[in-house]
T-cell receptor, first 112, second 111 residues
Framework: AQTIHQWPVAEIKAVGSPLSLGCTIK??????LYWYWQATGGTLQQLFY??????VESVVQLNLSASRPKDDQFILSTEKLLLSHSGFYLC???????????FGPGTRLTVL | DAKTTQPDSMESTEGETVHLPCSHA???????IYWYRQVPLQGPEYVTH???QNTTNSMAFLAIASDRKSSTLILPHVSLRDAAVYHC????????????FGKGAKLTVSP
């Protein structure tokens, strides 16, 4: 069975500090991977997607970057957090670009 | 600009069959209709998707109008666990990765 793990579960960070969020997929080789962000009370926005190691496409510019260092790992990061980065970050995977996406448990980020 | 239109909310009672409508009058021929649902503090859960034909799975039945300008997600015998925000999303063939979530329709289920 496939499992998706996100870390950390929650994070409180200061404005201007760096951030790194991680996502790992187990039980599925070469998945498509996605990062989403949802502001409190807002709609879910897709930020990045990756179809293979080393390849990441940006969908929405939010002063964030993403990398896929391994087949089963997706990293979201920034060197300087903004207040507007607060929210709920979700990682998701799919078998192909037509298929359904499966979401992880999410990371709740609070920037103060 | 929203490509799908859903009611803001719907109410139901446990055991009922719920019909969740979605209007997509400007749908393109190569666009799939996806349904996801989300409860607070969790990621969305895939429900079903279709292109032209009605589809069914263990969670729901998706009825797609013959002109594809509307669809209805049918949830049989709802339980309290079906309470969620339901999202109807269009995604062009070949770009199924780019899901654009809107506000969705909040389904409330009463005991």
């Amino acid at each position: 069975a496939q499992t998706i793990h996100q870390w950390p579960v929650a994070e409180i960070k200061a404005v201007g500090s760096p951030l790194s969020l991680g996502c790992t997929i187990k039980g599925k080789s070469s998945p498509n991977l996605y990062w989403y962000w949802q502001a409190t009370g807002g709609t879910l926005q897709q930020l990045f997607y990756s179809i293979t190691v080393g390849q990441v496409e940006s969908v929405v510019q939010l002063n964030l970057s993403a990398s896929r260092p391994k087949d089963d790992q997706f990293i979201l990061s920034t060197e300087k957090l903004l207040l507007s980065h607060s929210g709920f970050y979700l990682c998701a995977w799919s078998l192909d670009r037509e298929g359904e996406q499966y979401f992880g448990p999410g990371t709740r980020l609070t920037v103060l | 600009d929203a490509k799908t239109t859903q009611p803001d909310s719907m109410e139901s009672t446990e055991g009922e069959t719920v019909h969740l409508p979605c209007s997509h009058a400007t749908i393109s021929g190569n666009e799939y209709i996806y349904w996801y649902r989300q409860v607070p503090l969790q990621g969305p859960e895939y429900v079903t998707h279709g292109l032209q034909q009605n589809t069914t799975n263990s969670m729901a039945f998706l009825a797609i109008a013959s002109d594809r300008k509307s669809s209805t997600l049918i949830l049989p015998h709802v339980s309290l666990r079906d309470a969620a925000v339901y999202h109807c999303i269009l995604s062009p063939q070949g770009t199924g990765s780019k899901l654009s979530f809107g506000k969705g329709a909040k389904l409330t289920v009463s005991p």
